[in-house]
């Protein structure tokens, strides 16, 4: 059985940090088309892209989140994080993190099959 856990969410003033994790049992790491991702909600939006990373190294992230956030994994813990710089208020949201080992476009939701239950992080301006 799969399971996501986030856990780091919280309430932040702008231009503060926060780093997320994202701790995976019954998962494993590895494979070409192995991926895990951050997306977030905000209130009264759509869920959106945040950044992926993949087992082969690779790294992308949305306009909206580049040169402030960075994701990062640690296989031999199966954890995930997202250090996240400079917040601003737009940036408040639930934060999930999601894995697959499909091969897709990994900056879209429907590539991803398993989901932990999200952590807030709220930026006060």
């Known amino acids: 059985q799969v399971q996501l856990v986030e856990s780091g969410g919280g309430l932040v003033q702008a231009g503060g940090s926060l780093t997320l994790t994202c701790a995976a049992s019954?998962?494993?790491?590895?494979?070409?088309?192995?991926?895990m991702a951050w997306f977030r909600q905000a209130p009264g939006k759509e869920r959106e892209f945040v950044a992926f990373i993949r087992s082969n190294g690779i790294i992308a992230y949305a306009d909206s989140v580049k040169g402030r956030f960075t994701i990062s994994g640690d296989n031999a813990k199966k954890t995930m994080y997202l250090q996240m710089n400079s917040l601003k208020p737009e940036d408040t949201a639930v934060y999930y993190c999601?894995?697959?080992?499909?091969?897709?476009?990994?900056?879209?939701?429907?590539?991803?099959?398993?989901w932990g239950q999200g952590t807030q992080v709220t930026v006060s301006s």
């Open positions: 019954g998962l494993t790491f590895g494979g070409s088309s192995f991926a």
């Open positions: 999601v894995s697959t080992k499909r091969i897709g476009n990994y900056r879209l939701e429907s590539s991803y099959d398993y």
